[in-house]
């Protein structure tokens, strides 16, 4: 079955650098296109960037400067990296699948359980 | 950016009654429009799709309507589980963007 997982840091210090990890299963990378979405808590979510199917990369303009993600697909992995974290970047960070195949744009079917991420010193 | 602005904030219902949330497009999003289920602790789960499409294993108390900027969620006959917060997303331009939230609790 489909399956999403994120696992990275849960506490990094304010200008640091935060680095996760979405490992999937019950699909290909090379098929389905994969974003990050962030929820501060108590609020909505906020979709970070994407990685496409094909292997090319859609950013949120307001995260852009400090946003990377890339992938491994063989070891069906995502990678998020963000630079000069502050304390409102405190959030749980989710990896999503597209609902539709090779789509344009898409809501997201799966997401995986979240990781917390607490920017403090 | 789009802008969506859900409404109300909070809702208290009792059970078996039918409930109705909300959500305004800052433009058109010709029915590109998804809304989310939020258990509390858990990620959001798919529940609408197209606007008015229902996602796998949805329960069928669960609808969707509207077109062009303004949209419903609707959930008919409402159960204890039902108690969550609810988002939607519009998606049909970049970036894709959420509302603010629908916390629904049981009277």
């Known amino acids: 079955q489909v399956q999403l997982k994120e696992s990275g840091p849960g506490l990094v210090q304010p200008s640091e650098t935060l680095s996760l990890t979405c490992t999937v299963s019950?699909?290909?990378?090379?098929?389905?296109?994969v974003s990050w979405v962030r929820q501060p808590s108590g609020k909505g979510p906020e979709w970070m960037g994407r990685?496409?199917?094909?292997?090319?990369?859609a950013y949120n303009s307001a995260l852009k400067s400090r946003l990377s993600i890339s992938r491994d697909t063989s070891k069906n992995q995502v990678f998020l990296k963000m630079n000069s974290l502050q304390t409102d970047d405190t959030g749980t960070y989710y990896c999503?699948?597209?609902?539709?195949?090779?789509?344009?744009?898409?809501?997201?079917?799966?997401w995986g359980q979240g990781v917390m991420v607490t920017v403090s010193s | 950016d789009i802008q969506m602005t859900q409404s109300p904030a909070s809702l208290s219902a009792s059970l078996g009654e039918t409930v109705t949330i909300e959500c305004r497009a800052s433009?058109?999003?010709?029915?590109?429009l998804a809304w989310y289920q939020q258990k509390p602790g858990n990620s959001p789960q798919l529940l609408i799709y197209?606007?008015?499409s229902l996602a796998d294993g949805v329960p069928s108390r669960f609808s969707g309507s509207g077109s062009g900027t303004q949209y419903s969620l609707k959930i008919n006959s409402l159960q204890s589980e039902d108690v969550a917060s609810y988002f939607c997303?519009?998606?049909?331009?970049?970036?894709?963007?959420f509302g603010s939230g629908t916390k629904l609790e049981i009277k």
């Open positions: 999503t699948r597209d609902h539709s195949e090779i789509a344009a744009i898409s809501p997201f079917d799966y």
């Open positions: 019950g699909f290909s990378l090379t098929s389905y296109s």
């Open positions: 990685m496409w199917y094909d292997g090319d990369t």
């Open positions: 433009e058109d999003i010709y029915s590109n």
């Open positions: 197209d606007a008015n």
């Open positions: 997303q519009q998606y049909n331009n970049y970036p894709p963007t």
